[in-house]
């Protein structure tokens, strides 16, 4: 009797388990003809190509940023030196292509490539650009807010945007005076110039905060591109020099190339041009774009 019931009980249970069976065949039939199947691989490939959160962009750049405030009087200064000069390369590369294209039509969009020059080598030599910094170093600052941070920031960018002042300044006084380049060359330095003292000071400003912002874009692009970081430099810069927007380094070298030249007193470079430039770069690097990152990092956001 004893053997019987068992032999019934698992009769019974044995449509229970081909049901559990066919259950997992029919998920395994659906999982293969729907296309969508992913083995253990794939699906790391998937989450090893999504994008990084922006939580993680933040946070590789406010670490960026603690490092570059710890550095040293020494190591900044010279960085900012070599960065002003290498900017000075953008109005070379400019006034280059604007003398050889001639009469060539699009010149005008062509010749603005030679703009992205300078902020190739400064960004890829990781010198130290003033215009960086607006975005980089205040991270830390609006993540822990302090006065050791206030003063930490201040003292980095007063050393970079001297250094890069003076390296701008000396490379417009080389290019004048060291007797490189043709007349023509020369005049379409000054024609440059000219163009960006058409400005305002309201102009110079506003036009200075979209170039602040679009840097600091670039900024935040960069940790998520490595394999298209030249791209992306291009891409941004290129905007910047066809929109006319005012960088207080780019146009440092363009002004002050008037200046030596005797085309523009100092005074216009100073108040024209770089106060309310300099103005304008803070205000769209610092206050709009890594205000309004820095919150939606904090408040949550992807």
Known sequence: MDEAHQRSLRVKDQP?????????????????????????????????????????????????????????????????????????????????????????????????????????????????????NTMTAVLPLMTEPSLGKLGSLLRMWSIVLVGNLIGAALFAYGVLHLQQFDGDTQSAFIDIGRELMKNSPLQMFTKGILAGWLIAILVWLLPSVEKTKIAIIVIVTYLIAIGGFTHIIVGTVESLYLVFAGDIRFADYALRFALPTLAGNIVGGSFIFALISHAQVRSGGD
């Open 16 to 132: 229970s388990h081909q049901h559990e069976d066919d259950g997992k065949a029919d998920q395994d039939d659906i999982g293969s003809s729907d296309g969508f199947a992913l083995s253990g691989n794939e699906q790391g490939d998937v989450e090893e190509k999504r994008p990084p959160r922006a939580a993680v962009l933040h946070e590789i750049i406010r670490r960026e940023g603690e490092h570059e405030l710890k550095r040293g009087v020494a190591a900044l200064g010279w960085s900012s030196l070599a960065a002003g000069l290498s900017m000075g390369f953008s109005l070379l590369a400019r006034g280059l292509l604007h003398t050889h294209l001639g009469d060539f039509p699009g010149r005008f969009l062509i010749e603005n490539f030679g703009y992205c020059f300078g902020y190739l080598v400064v960004i890829l030599a990781r010198q130290q650009l003033f215009t960086e």
